[in-house]
């Protein structure tokens, strides 16, 4: 169990999908002195989950959310941004940064998210200065490009799809292959 005491720089919530791109940008945070409290090695065999993010969370000087179309429907999710949102609103030493990994619907993420300033890593001519841009804000300025982790995944294969009869058709598929 960790301490009651422990400080963290910063809480990532993330959904269990983005968790290989997690596991790499917690690496590189940590490389550069910031402590993380990151679920896969922070929280201890046999400890009380709910509690272990909560007294992180609120232990943590800002909460990085890492936004994917399967993190806006997480419960984990959602307990976590509430829970720093509604800790102090307006504190300036309670930050939820926003990083957006792939495309997702703005009317899915709640609103209470979508009114802040979002690290957006889906364009990639553009991604590089937004983390850039991101990395600077949290105080890291010693971080080259070529160190930079990789950048998420955003393939849609884990997707299920609801299709009409002109998507089939495009893709080429007769009733062979449905």
């Known amino acids: 169990m960790k301490e009651a005491s422990a400080r963290y720089d910063f809480f990532l919530s993330h959904n269990r999908r983005q968790k290989p791109w997690v596991r790499q940008l917690v690496t590189f945070l940590r ?45 984990w999710c959602a307990f976590e941004t509430a829970q720093k949102i509604f800790e102090d609103p307006y504190s300036p030493l309670s ?25 957006d890593l889906t364009d990639p001519e553009t991604r590089e200065f937004e983390f850039l841009h991101f990395l600077q804000s949290i105080g890291v300025t010693d971080a080259a490009r070529e160190s930079f982790p990789p950048w998420p995944e955003t393939s849609l294969i884990d997707e299920l799809h609801i299709a009409d009869i002109d998507g089939v058709t495009s893709w080429g598929w007769s009733g062979v292959e449905l």
């Open 31 to 75: 490389a550069r002195g910031l402590t993380v409290f990151f679920d896969e090695d922070s929280i201890a065999p046999g400890e009380d989950v709910v509690m272990a993010l909560e007294r992180a969370i609120e232990a943590s000087d800002a909460l990085i959310l890492v936004l994917s179309r399967s993190s806006v429907f997480s419960k």
């Open 95 to 119: 930050r939820l940064i926003p990083v957006l990994v792939e495309p997702v619907d703005r009317t899915l993420i709640r609103p209470s998210v979508r009114r802040l300033d979002t690290v």
